[in-house]
Nanobody, 124 residues
Framework: QVHLVESGGGLVQAGGSLRLSCAAS????????IGWFRQAPGKEREGVSC????????YYADSVKGRFTISRDNANNTVYLQMNSLKPEDTARYYC?????????????????WGKGTLITVSS
């Protein structure tokens, strides 16, 4: 069982930056691919970025390419999402999820464990 806790959300102005953290407990993340997903009000949850267990493969949604960077520190059982040049349309609750696989297609239904999310609001 993997317990995931997100942190780092908050209110930021457009153009600003935030770094989200996803801290895991209950199991080492060494063999889990990790994904960040988000759900905006009135919309379905969507994949934002994912990273393989070893960190050598990453995926980004087109809407965040060039602005967001995913990384992981397996020694500290933590995954990060650096978000730069934030836009009002990035406003959402952001969730961290773990897939019991070394690679992932970054799909919601492939994830095995979920955090409760952290809210990000980007003001214009």
């Amino acid at each position: 069982q993997v317990h995931l806790v997100e942190s780092g959300g908050g209110l930021v102005q457009a153009g600003g930056s935030l770094r989200l953290s996803c801290a895991a407990s209950g199991s080492t993340l060494d063999y889990y691919a990790i994904g960040w997903f988000r759900q905006a009000p009135g919309k379905e949850r969507e994949g934002v970025s994912c990273i393989s267990a070893s960190g050598d493969i990453t995926y980004y949604a087109d809407s965040v390419k060039g602005r967001f960077t995913i990384s992981r520190d397996n020694a500290n059982n933590t995954v990060y999402l650096q978000m730069n040049s934030l836009k009002p349309e990035d406003t959402a609750r952001y969730y961290c999820a773990a897939e019991d696989a070394v690679r992932t297609r970054c799909l919601e239904d492939g994830m095995d464990f979920w955090g409760k999310g952290t809210l990000i609001t980007v003001s214009s």
